[in-house]
T-cell receptor, first 112, second 116 residues
Framework: SQQGEEDPQALSIQEGENATMNCSYKTSINNLQWYRQNSGRGLVHLILIRSNEREKHSGRLRVTLDTSKKSSSLLITASRAADTASYFCATAVNQAGTALIFGKGTTLSVSS | GAVVSQHPSRVICKSGTSVKIECRSL??????MFWYRQFPKQSLMLMATSNEGSKATYEQGVEKDKFLINHASLTLSTLTVTSAHPEDSSFYICSVNRQGNNQPQHFGDGTRLSIL
């Protein structure tokens, strides 16, 4: 079953702009992860945020987590055409060795 | 370099054919691997958890006799789609968890299965 919703479903921006994607989930979690998927390819792990963390950064990526609202956001700053992809949040309900429950994803298009 | 190798990347075959997909963990031993399915423009849905040396655990609605999983070694899990039909056409992806708490999953590149 899917964990929740992501919005927007699709996002089109110009290079240099920031892109924000949101994710909501339903159950208690141990951590939340964001993945990127280029068309027809596997998933690439971007960032993992633990349930006791509120914000995390990695390069141009910034992830926030609000466990009281059961939501997370992914911000990509200064976007590039190469950022064009689908982005998924996924939750892990246990600490170790558990399958992930994925959100529906956001398709990001960055035009130059 | 790649942590997970999935093969083949693309299969096109006739209805009724059985298709085997391999997933190899290249970097570490994996007692557990996961198989997901993704329909066009949709998210990933967990099909089953592959357990080394024991039976796989299937999600509700996934037929175990249709999707045979074998995890005979700590680095290899296989998914066999038996007597495949057009409705089985999908993108199948495996993943592996490195042992330890709060570890990300590593995904294979996926297998695009098209049944004619």
């Amino acid at each position: 079953s899917q964990q929740g919703e992501e919005d927007p479903q699709a996002l089109s921006i110009q290079e240099g702009e920031n892109a924000t994607m949101n994710c909501s989930y339903k159950t208690s979690i141990n951590n939340l992860q964001w993945y990127r998927q280029n068309s027809g390819r596997g998933l690439v792990h971007l960032i993992l945020i633990r349930s006791n963390e509120r914000e995390k950064h990695s390069g141009r990526l910034r992830v926030t987590l609000d466990t009281s609202k059961k939501s997370s956001s992914l911000l990509i700053t200064a976007s590039r055409a190469a950022d064009t992809a689908s982005y998924f949040c996924a939750t892990a309900v246990n600490q170790a060795g558990t399958a992930l429950i994925f959100g529906k994803g956001t398709t990001l298009s960055v035009s130059s | 370099g790649a942590v997970v190798s999935q093969h083949p990347s693309r299969v096109i075959c006739k209805s009724g054919t059985s298709v085997k997909i391999e997933c190899r963990s290249l970097d570490f031993q994996a007692t557990t691997m996961f198989w997901y399915r993704q329909f066009p423009k949709q998210s990933l849905m967990l099909m089953a958890t592959s357990n080394e040396g024991s039976k796989a655990t299937y999600e509700q609605g996934v037929e175990k006799d249709k999707f045979l999983i074998n995890h005979a070694s700590l680095t290899l899990s296989t998914l066999t789609v038996t007597s495949a039909h057009p409705e089985d056409s999908s993108f199948y992806i495996c993943s592996v968890n490195r042992q330890g708490n709060n570890q990300p999953q590593h995904f294979g590149d996926g297998t695009r299965l098209s049944i004619l």
